[in-house]
């Protein structure tokens, strides 16, 4: 059966997981069709995180790829950010050299636009792996162009994986709640991959030393990323290996049989100083509020992986 390939705009804080994620889908031609890259503030500064969109399109050989630099900090509240887990850089582990494609004139918001107003009825998936705040500036100030999403895939939110970046909250939902919550109630088919299922899919030594063996040097960057990521933590990590997040929602468009989820209603605590960014996900059903995502919260982390190595193998 000959697929289409999907038409998708990757939403992004590159970020050390975003940069797995985006080699993934631009090693995914038949299956992905990336109409554009936008980035966001997150991970580090949307200066950076800008910057290093544009360096991996540049190492995998798609400078062709347009990157918009989005906002700048969230919604409503100061940014934070992550460089504790991702470095300086938000890509240590590998050596960023400053990109000579150019960043793109036109800013996310206006990308968004203009390719949404071209597109065809729910043709295009928007996927999220940083903080919500471009979706959702999307969603709030153009309403009209939302016919024209398929779907969006958010690697975001935790249940019974408590939170990463406060004991109750996942760092892209905690950076911007008020995004978050925007998004989650767009009424748009979401799809969200959050700490359960993404805490199953660990780079552990076998699975690093099967990516180190990969002889490209886009495969170089993925293994020197995810080799500073297990040295950052291997405290906590041990044996199992990092969780590698943003990955997942690519793996997700190209093989959904890799995964398996609970349509239920996801609700954000956008007030609370000790819970402020934590995802209410009804998976038993308690309430009576409607279902408003697919949670995806078991991963074949083995299936996955045969999926990268693949996939990598291919620059
Ligand atoms: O909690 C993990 C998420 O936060 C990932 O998207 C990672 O890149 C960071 O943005
Ligand atoms: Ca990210």
Sequence with gaps: MIMTAKSIIIDCDPGKDDAIALFLAMASEDE?????????????????????????????????????????????????T????????????????????PEQTRGAQQFFIDTLSMAVEQSITLVATGPLT??????????????KIKQIIIMGGARLEGGNFSPSAEFNMVVDPHAAKIVLNCGLPLVVMGLDVTHQVRANKARR???????????????????????????????????????????YLIKPSLFQGVECN??????????LGHTAVDYWGVTDKPANALWIDLADADGFFQLLNERLERF
């Design 82 to 101: 992550a460089e504790h887990v991702h470095g300086k850089s938000g890509l240590e582990g590998i050596e960023v050299v400053e990109p000579k494609m």
């Design 266 to 275: 996801i609700s954000i605590e956008t007030d609370s100083p000790l819970t």
């Design 134 to 147: 471009n979706i959702a500036l999307l969603v709030s100030k153009h309403p009209e162009l939302l016919t």
């Design 32 to 80: 992905l069709d990336i109409l554009g890259i936008t980035t966001v503030a997150g991970n580090v500064s949307l200066e950076l995180t800008q910057k290093n969109a544009r360096f991996l399109c540049e190492i995998a050989g798609r400078p062709d790829l347009p990157v918009f630099a989005g906002a700048s900090s969230p919604l409503k509240l100061p940014l934070v």
């Design 209 to 251: 030393e099967q990516i180190k063996n990969i002889d490209n040097k886009v495969a170089r960057a993925a293994s020197a990323l995810l080799d500073y990521s297990h040295m950052q933590n291997n405290k906590r990590y041990a044996e199992l290996g990092a969780a590698i997040h943003d990955p997942c929602t690519i793996a």
